[in-house]
Each structure stands twice: as C-alpha cells, then as structure tokens.
C-alpha cells in the first residue's frame, strides 16, 4: 500500500495543517505531567494518525495505541495504568497513550466509553492523546472542554499537489501531470484517498478508477451542485448524505445558493418554505438530542428540495448571506403579532414559527427585488399601514 | 471585505455584542495591545463570515497565505479554484509561483521545521 510505503516519518514532511501541527508537537515537547490531553479533530485521511506517530517518533516517546476497534481496548486500557507501563517508564522508555478514532469508541455498544475514557484521562499521568473524525459528534464535544484540541481540516489541492509531485519524483514513477490533477481533483483534500487513487492509476494506466479508491465524502459544493442539477432524486440524496458538512451548515448554504439564483419568485419561495421547514425541524432535533431522526435528515432535505426547485437553475454559492434569526425585543410586537397570524395561516404554521423562521426569509428575499414588486407583493398582504410600516423596516435590515 | 487566513486584521468598532460573538462563538483571536483580530485553526469560519456580513453589509471573502512566501496565494485564479472549499481546507496554500519552483516541496518542508522552533 502506498499509504503505508509513503507515510512520513517526520512531521515537517506531511503537508496541510501546518498551524495545528506545529501546535501539538510544541504541546508534546512541553508536555508535564497534569497537563491536559490533547484532542485531534479532523476529517479522515489528513494525517492524524501519521502526526502522533511522527511527533511521538521525532521527540523520543513509544506508543501505546488504543484502537476503537479493538474489543479490548477498555481491558487493555485498564491494565496500562498498572504497574508494570509504570516500570516500562523506570526502565528509560517514555511512553505516550494513543487513543485513535475515539468517536468511533463511543459506537460501540458494549461499554460506557465516555465515562471510561474522562476517568482514564484524570488518573494517566502519561502524555494522552485522543484522534476523533466527528466534531458534530455529542459525545466528542463534551470532551473538547478537558482538552487542547488541534483542529485539522482538509489539506488544499496544490499542497496534495505538491506532495503528489514530490513522491513522483522520488519513486520515478511513471505519470502524467493530467493525471496528477485529476487524483487531487478527486482527492476531495483526503490524502488518504489521493495516494490510493495515485497507486491505482499506476496500476492500471489506461484506466478511470480514480473514483473507486476514494473515500465517498463530497464537498459542501460538488453536493449542492448535484442536488440543484441531478435529474436524479436518488443521486441528488446520496449527494448529500456523502457530504460530511454540518446539517445547519447545509440548510444555510442551500439558502444561501437559491436566493443568489435566478430562479422565478414563485419557485424561490415555495424552495425557501421547504428549507425553514427543515432548519425548524434540526433546531428542534438539536433542542430534543433526539439524534437518531438526523439519520433521515438528508433524505428529507434533499427530496423536498430536489422537489421544489426546477433543475438546472440553481448553482452553489458560498457568499452566504445573513439569515440569523434573532430574537429581538420587538418594538412593534403588536403589530408584529398579527403579521404572524396572518403569515402563519397562509403558511399552516404557528404565529411565532412565522415571524421567527419564515419572516426573515421572505423580508431577505423582498429585498432583492426591486422596488416596486417588493411594494406591490406587500400590499398584496395587507393593507394595514401600520403592518406594512414594520414589514418595510423587516425588508430595510437586508437592504444596503 | 477581503480577510486573509491567519494573518491580523482590523474591524471598525462593531459594538460590545458583536465583539463578544466574535470572541466566544467564532473564536476570533484578539490581540489587546495592537488591536487587530486574526483567524486561528479553531476559528468558525462560517459563522465569521456569516456575522460580519450581516454587520458590514457586505460579502466576506477568505483568501489564503503562500505558506513558502507569506504573499496571498491566489485563490481567484487557482487551478483548483473549483473544487478547493476555502471554509473545510486548512489555512495556508501556496502561490502559482512557488509552486512551479523546483524544490518547492523541500522549501514548504523547511519553513515548516522552521516555524516549529
Ligand atoms: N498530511 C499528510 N501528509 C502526507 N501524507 C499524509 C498526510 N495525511 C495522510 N497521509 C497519508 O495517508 C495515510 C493515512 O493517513 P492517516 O494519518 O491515517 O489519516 P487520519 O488519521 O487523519 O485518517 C498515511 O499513511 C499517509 O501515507
Ligand atoms: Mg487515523
Ligand atoms: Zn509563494
Ligand atoms: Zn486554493
């Protein structure tokens, strides 16, 4: 494998990352006992695992791994907190604790994971450190307060470049520039990926596999890109469920793609209603912790917009445009009130989902058109002066 | 407004509210004394430009740093420009020009050992 044959043994020679790299080797190399493990947080195949080995390796430390797949992990986690790790240290030996892929741990059914593993941080007094692929992750998140936590992203495509070019030369290996491009093109800033499409082409020069060595995780962009243009429902959910963004981080760039389209007003608002639907439904999902309805979440999201929107008219964009939405203490919350009933009703929703969800959007959206629509969509509304006083200041906060 | 990844920047008095988003939520860094803010590893970047655009009324645009040069490596007309999602990749990249350079891998190398120190 030429993920193993190339992996770097020396910390300076991985690439991308170079801020939280340098950041746990200086943790490492400051190390005292009582100081807090550090976390690696960071999606998979940027060197998370190659870094602890090659700072450990650089700076003179053994390493004891734990692995989330290994079922006796918690035994064997047990035990090197007895003596005898203890008397490995006596004899010279400096050892560091590795637990990889943690939130992976947290999986497994047979053991109180989270619990174990805060107990083991306190009572170590060997350097510890955790490698976890999930932020989102509940249970990750609660140990990132007991934690120095490096945040690791996805390496840039000329730095996969660049690497890609430097073992090329090295190894003389036998490959087109086109080629080089179209891996890291498929990379999807996973280096893992990268070196396994790399060996792939080699193996089968004449051959497409670029596609098969990957790791199926599409960005934020290539996702939306095929929810908005597929012709295909299901190739549209996979998109999107391939995609490891946050779930708000979706609904937003989603949001912030159609509103930036060309696409008729009609069909815009009917695609904008499906999304606050779905924004309510994941801030009720956060609130509740009932994680387990987020597994049918992309399916959901990307049906009704696939269903909305007509093909072809909507492209990502990522100048997300503001749509917090704020609670603010309203001056107007009389009047306010009654555009909510009057907003919920059309739209089947409470009053308070209207003005909180829904309003913001429409106000954003009134904003882009221009004058005169924005006044004649209004009066179509209501004739009320006082409401359409407020409603004009809701649509004035978006306006330059 | 244009912010360049890692490297400090100014803000116009955006008022106590905002200010403590930027520190908790974001996790902007904020140097007292020189008064500029910076991005770190563990900045939120969505939420950065989701804020500041809301406040500036204007887009946020990221550019990255060349990590061999320091100068800005040219996002705009990278050859990656497509697929490269300046939000999920880590903040340094390299410019057209250093990275046409023949021993460009063993000079990012360098600085990294270097900055380490
Ligand atoms: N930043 C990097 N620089 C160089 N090679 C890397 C880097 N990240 C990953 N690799 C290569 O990919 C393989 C898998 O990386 P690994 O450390 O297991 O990633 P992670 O733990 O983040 O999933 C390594 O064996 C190495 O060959
Ligand atoms: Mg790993
Ligand atoms: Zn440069
Ligand atoms: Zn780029």
Known sequence: MYTEKFRPKNPSMMVGNEESRIGFINWLRRWRKGAKPALLIGPPGIGKTTLVYAAAESLGYVVLEFNASDTRTKERLSSSLTPSTHSLSVLGEKLLVFLDEVDGLYARQDYGGLEFIQGFIEKSNLPVVLAANLEDDEKVRKLLPKCEVFAFKRVPPRLIHLYLKSLIEREQLNITIESINKIVEHSGGDIRAALNSLQAVLASPS???????????????????TLFNSSDREEAKSALEACDADILEKIHAIY???VQSKVESSVLLRSLLALSAADELVSRIKRTQEW????????????????ATPRGVVQFSQDAYPWSIQLRIWNDARVLRSIGRK????LH???REALIV????????????????????LREFTADESELRVLNKEVARFSK | MEILLGEPFRLPRLGEDVFRRLMRDVRLEYDRQK???RTTTQTDLYQLSTLLSEVLKEPIIYTVKCFICGSDAGCTSCEYSNIC???????NCLCKNCLNKEDAYTLYCMRVAETSL
């Open chain 1, 207 to 225: 051959s497409e596999v670029l596609e098969v060595a990957r790791d199926k995780r599409v960005s934020l962009r290539d996702a939306l890109n």
């Open chain 1, 256 to 258: 912030s793609s159609l």
């Open chain 1, 292 to 307: 387990r309805q987020l597994r049918y979440f992309n399916a959901m999201l990307s049906h009704m917009i696939f269903d």
């Open chain 1, 343 to 346: 907003l919920g009703s059309m």
């Open chain 1, 349 to 351: 929703t409470s009053s």
């Open chain 1, 358 to 377: 829904h309003l913001p959007y429409l106000a954003y959206l009134l904003s882009r058109l221009g004058k005169d629509e924005t006044q004649r969509i």
């Open chain 2, 35 to 37: 008064r500029v803010f």
């Open chain 2, 85 to 91: 999602d300046r939000l999920l990749v880590s903040q």
